[in-house]
């Protein structure tokens, strides 16, 4: 038996780092700021890293270092790339039996440009990963004490629910990190499949649009994600850290003080991390944070999304967590208070 699988995309990364890459203020941008090159010319490349990437797989190695017995389950073409993903998986001690290879699309492909401060550009090209169908899952063989659901789309999105009420039937825990295409799902489908997991991983910006409430109201987020999700919550918040909801406490913490190389992957370790500490404690969710940061740190130390992965007792630097009662901020789920 598994201690965890985790479900994902599955990616090859391509980094270029080039001094030429510009900036440029226009409202036209979303982010009211572009990256620019020269038009028509050659622009030299300073530095080139190929490595796998996807939420999928980015989680599946940082439980693979923590020491886990973890497999990975998605979709890759039967292409070099998806050969790559599924050799490297395998260097990191991921199990790879789940993995579909797909004549019908290429490997996922991203290009992440760098070099402009500590921001960084993606070209994403979403492939095979997309195209896994529930028919495609091993589910006979699938024994596993735990689920991580990272990010899906496609037609991968539509396998969400089949998932967890897969877990729930075979009394697995269920944690799950949900993009964009889980959280544009009907809020009926969406709400049932939230009320099924143990933890619950949003950004600030995922959680404020799924509570309809602005960023800058914490508590009413958690409170209603409270009446949402019976597991614990977690927001994160970018350089500003994290807030994680028990139900009971509120617990708040901030991220080390150190140099960014590179946000690829920060996200998928932190949440990762948090459900490996969370394990490992034993349901303990300030150890489970401290583990979160430290793996997200180190991630942000190095180019790529799994170079600075923590290794299982490896030390990194552990922050202040602040931990505020239900009593005093009225989310209490124990009913007692």
Same mark, same amino acid.
């Given at each position: 038996?598994?201690?965890?699988?985790?479900?994902?995309?599955?990616?090859?990364?391509?980094?270029?780092?080039?001094?030429?890459?510009?900036?440029?203020?226009?409202?036209?941008?979303?982010?009211?700021?572009?990256?620019?090159?020269?038009?028509?010319?050659?622009?030299?490349?300073?530095?080139?890293?190929?490595?796998?990437?996807?939420?999928?797989?980015?989680?599946?190695?940082?439980?693979? &270092?923590?020491?886990?017995?973890?497999?990975?389950?998605?979709?890759?073409?039967?292409?070099?790339?998806?050969?790559?993903?599924?050799?490297?998986?395998?260097?990191?001690? !991921?199990?790879?039996?789940?993995?579909?290879?797909?004549?019908?699309?290429?490997?996922?492909?991203?290009?992440?440009?760098?070099?402009?401060?500590?921001?960084?550009? =993606?070209?994403?090209? &979403?492939?095979?990963?997309?195209?896994?169908?529930?028919?495609?899952?091993?589910?006979?063989?699938?024994?596993?004490?735990?689920?991580?659901?990272?990010?899906?789309?496609?037609?991968?999105?539509?396998?969400?629910?089949?998932?967890?009420?897969?877990?729930?039937?075979?009394?697995?825990?269920?944690?799950?990190?949900?993009?964009?295409?889980?959280?544009?799902?009907?809020?009926?489908?969406? &709400? &049932?499949?939230?009320?099924?997991?143990?933890?619950?991983?949003?950004? @600030?910006?995922?959680?404020?649009?799924?509570?309809?409430?602005?960023?800058?109201?914490?508590?009413? =987020?958690?409170?209603?994600?409270?009446?949402?999700?019976?597991?614990?919550?977690?927001?994160?918040?970018?350089?500003?850290?994290?807030?994680?909801?028990?139900?009971?406490?509120?617990?708040?913490?901030?991220?080390?003080?150190?140099?960014? !190389?590179?946000?690829?992957?920060?996200?998928?370790?932190?949440?990762?991390?948090?459900?490996?500490?969370?394990? @490992?404690?034993?349901?303990?969710?300030?150890?489970?944070?401290?583990?979160?940061?430290?793996?997200?740190?180190?991630?942000?130390?190095?180019?790529?999304?799994?170079?600075?992965?923590?290794?299982?007792?490896?030390?990194?630097?552990?922050?202040?967590?602040?931990?505020?009662?239900?009593?005093?901020?009225?989310?209490?789920?124990?009913?007692?208070?």
């Amino acid at each position: 038996m598994y201690e965890i699988i985790t479900f994902g995309a599955a990616t090859k990364d391509i980094f270029l780092k080039a001094r030429e890459f510009q900036l440029l203020k226009n409202k036209k941008f979303t982010t009211g700021t572009g990256v620019c090159f020269n038009l028509g010319s050659k622009i030299d490349i300073k530095e080139i890293l190929f490595s796998s990437g996807g939420g999928g797989t980015n989680s599946a190695v940082t439980f693979a &270092r923590q020491g886990f017995k973890v497999a990975y389950c998605g979709s890759v073409g039967d292409d070099l790339a998806g050969k790559e993903v599924i050799e490297e998986l395998n260097n990191f001690g !991921v199990d790879t039996k789940f993995i579909i290879k797909s004549s019908a699309k290429p490997t996922n492909h991203s290009i992440v440009l760098t070099g402009v401060g500590n921001e960084r550009t =993606i070209l994403v090209y &979403r492939g095979a990963s997309e195209i896994l169908k529930k028919d495609d899952v091993l589910w006979d063989v699938m024994q596993t004490k735990w689920i991580y659901i990272a990010p899906l789309s496609g037609e991968l999105c539509h396998v969400f629910e089949d998932i967890i009420d897969y877990a729930v039937k075979n009394k697995i825990r269920v944690a799950l990190n949900p993009g964009a295409c889980q959280l544009a799902l009907p809020e009926k489908i969406l &709400r &049932r499949a939230l009320s099924k997991v143990d933890v619950l991983l949003l950004n @600030q910006e995922e959680a404020s649009i799924l509570t309809k409430t602005p960023f800058s109201k914490e508590k009413e =987020i958690f409170k209603k994600l409270d009446q949402v999700c019976p597991g614990i919550v977690i927001m994160t918040k970018g350089d500003k850290g994290a807030t994680i909801s028990d139900g009971r406490h509120l617990y708040r913490a901030g991220v080390s003080k150190g140099k960014i !190389v590179d946000k690829t992957g920060a996200g998928d370790s932190f949440g990762s991390g948090f459900v490996a500490g969370y394990i @490992q404690s034993d349901g303990n969710v300030e150890s489970a944070m401290q583990l979160a940061i430290g793996n997200a740190d180190s991630c942000l130390r190095h180019l790529g999304a799994k170079a600075g992965l923590l290794k299982k007792g490896e030390k990194f630097v552990k922050v202040k967590i602040t931990k505020e009662a239900c009593a005093q901020n009225g989310l209490c789920k124990c009913k007692v208070c």
